[in-house]
């Protein structure tokens, strides 16, 4: 299987949104057993807790369904155990490469590499933002998975 393991700081806000999008495609796709999809915080203020309602309100808006999910904060022994590693923001991306050991397998990257034309290289962090923050975010996670979908296809050849 192939592993994708999206992160961001606390877990409850955009990773959590990432992990449903890309998911939602994958089993548009017929794929749900070839990935494990998972998510994570590189802090862990937030542990154990739900996604913030705000995100699990603009992922049912759009038919998916987060509110099963936990926040996390395992971004390390995730490196070990997951082929991709996609930060949500910049800073996201120098703390994972902080925890990365020597060796790792994982590839780390930045979720809107996917989408070039995205007018942004960062998944803006909504948290301390209104409503409208969250659905923003919703429409760059959805855009940004299913180019990543579309890529890790053609990569691996599914
Ligand atoms: P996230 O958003 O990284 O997208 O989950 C945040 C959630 C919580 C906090 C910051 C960002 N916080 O400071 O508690």
Known sequence: MIGVMFVCLGNI????????????????????HAFRIMSSGT???HVGEAPDPRSQAAAAAHGVDISMLRGRQRVRADLESYDYVIAMDRSNWSD?????????SAK????????????T???????YGGD?????VWSLVDRSSAALLARLRRRHQI
């Open 13 to 32: 806000c955009r990773s959590p949104m990432a992990e449903g999008a890309f998911r939602q495609h994958v089993e548009a796709a017929g794929l749900g």
């Open 43 to 45: 802090a862990g203020y």
């Open 96 to 104: 994972i490469q902080k925890l990365a050991r020597r060796g790792h």
């Open 108 to 119: 780390i990257s930045m979720l809107l590499e996917e989408l070039p034309d995205a007018g």
């Open 121 to 127: 290289t960062e998944v803006p962090d909504p948290y």
């Open 132 to 136: 409208s923050g969250f659905e923003r």
